[in-house]
């Protein structure tokens, strides 16, 4: 190999082992000598857990971005987004990923695409998030075709639902590339078992997960653990295969991996252990947690404020800490975060008191990032004069869907079928959208 010749295999072999900060900084070094570096330097950014594991890097990433390298503005950009260290995290983002926009590249473009359409510049647009997402994907950002993927697959967001369509172009993109020899995202495989089960096809969902994980996507590997390990009542069917792929989660700094009391542990079981293991219980619970928030985990944040609000596992109730960490969570775009803020001030548990406007903004917040429950309570607060600010969004896109809600109920209702279920235009949501969850 030349002495400027990009060592692709050798960063390659560093993703599959899940070795992300090395293999960003030797990608880092060559972004502008090898278009291989460069593609393989977006791939690395899509995913917000390896964003957190690149936090070691964040002033250097920030000192060659304000002196005017384009790779490392859409990397600062995508470290204030999904990170978001700051008050103005949002705007820093939106100046960033402009840059690198300006540079071309595309998958900037998509990241201000999920900025209009998760509601991050004040008011929900999904006409521009499905106009941007278009032209990136026009310009081959595989951000952009992940994303119109997925929603094809749940027909969300105002796609027609078509998974057996979307399946057909992920397969053929997968097939297509493993024929040419070209590196594949390994986001690409775990999307296909997302796909797969959508399209009915259980038994093929393992092999794409356990090939995400494989290959270095740190998001397939709680898919890949529950569709090993779990049957569908979540009950663990493999203990030491379970015990072996969370100590391998661990290993690589996978933050869901650090989750695994929750799958094993009820309310129930806790209360029938005596003091000292309900005690190492309760710390070992809050050091897992923090870790995984530490490592980009949403759902970790929201959990340990659960159990400071409610008191549980042996958590002292404590409304502030409480607070805390769902303020964390919803930080980092957590809408049941949102929601229990929301909670917290219609209880009158919130330190500040009760400010329904407030409230009411945290329920909106909430519905946009998937909590469907919210639905009827933002209609309600906007019928009752609050949430004027909000008025083109909720006519636009919360009056329909209250509207097919209520239509879906009916046709249940006169279906005779009596098993409670809940509507929602995107039920896989927040688990698919491709952005701070398992998906980005």
Not at 16 to 28: D, H, L, N, Q
Not at 71 to 76: E, K, L, R, V
Request: proline share 2%; hydrophobic share 35%.
């Amino acid at each position: 190999m030349e002495k400027n010749e990009f060592p692709s295999q050798e960063v390659i072999g560093l993703i599959r082992s899940c070795k992300i900060e090395e293999a960003f900084r030797i990608t880092a070094t060559y972004i502008h000598l090898s278009a291989e570096a460069r593609t393989i330097l977006c791939q690395l950014l899509r995913s917000s857990h390896n964003i957190f594991l690149l936090s070691g890097y964040k002033d250097y990433i920030k000192q060659l971005a304000d002196e005017g390298n384009p790779w490392m503005q859409y990397a600062w950009a995508r470290f204030n987004d999904c990170t978001a260290p700051g008050p103005d995290s949002v705007t820093i983002a939106q100046e960033y990923y402009n840059k690198a926009v300006e540079a071309g590249i595309s998958d900037a473009r998509m990241c201000l695409a999920y900025m209009w359409r998760d509601g991050d510049f004040g008011i929900v647009d999904l006409s521009r998030y499905e106009k941007e997402m278009k032209i990136a994907a026009d310009q081959d950002s595989h951000m952009a075709l992940q994303q119109i993927i997925r929603d094809m697959t749940f027909g969300q967001y105002g796609a027609k639902k078509e998974t057996l369509r979307a399946l057909d172009m992920l397969s053929g993109y997968i097939d297509e590339s493993c024929r040419k020899g070209i590196y594949i995202d390994p986001r690409y495989y775990t999307l296909m078992g997302v796909v797969t089960e959508e399209a009915g096809r259980p038994q093929e969902k393992l092999k794409w997960y356990k090939k995400g994980f494989e290959e270095g996507d740190l998001s397939a590997f709680i898919f890949y653990l529950y569709s090993e390990c779990l049957n569908e009542e979540f009950e663990i069917t493999d203990k030491d295969k379970f015990e072996e792929l969370v100590l391998e989660g661990e290993k690589v700094h996978c933050a869901e991996a650090f989750e695994n009391l929750l799958l094993v542990l009820s309310e129930e079981l806790y209360n029938k252990y005596d003091t000292q293991l309900k005690d190492d219980i309760t710390e070992a619970l809050k050091q897992e947690l923090e870790t995984a928030y530490q490592l980009g985990d949403n759902y970790a944040a929201c959990e340990l404020g659960i159990f400071y609000y409610y008191g549980q596992y042996g958590f002292e109730q404590d409304y502030k800490e409480a607070l805390k960490w769902f303020s964390r969570g919803a930080n980092l775009r957590s809408g049941f975060s949102y929601s229990m803020l929301a909670l917290m001030m219609e209880e009158g548990n919130h330190p500040d008191g009760k400010d329904l406007e407030r409230m009411h903004e945290w329920e909106i917040r909430a519905l946009r990032l998937g909590c469907d429950d919210m639905l009827e309570k933002v209609i309600s607060a906007y019928e009752d004069g609050y949430l004027a600010a909000y008025a083109s969004e909720i006519e636009q896109y919360y009056y329909p869907r209250l509207m097919a809600k209520g239509q879906y109920e009916e046709e249940k209702e006169e279906e005779g079928d009596d098993e409670e279920e809940s509507y929602s235009e995107d039920e896989d949501y927040p688990d698919d959208d491709g952005r701070f969850d398992a998906w980005s």
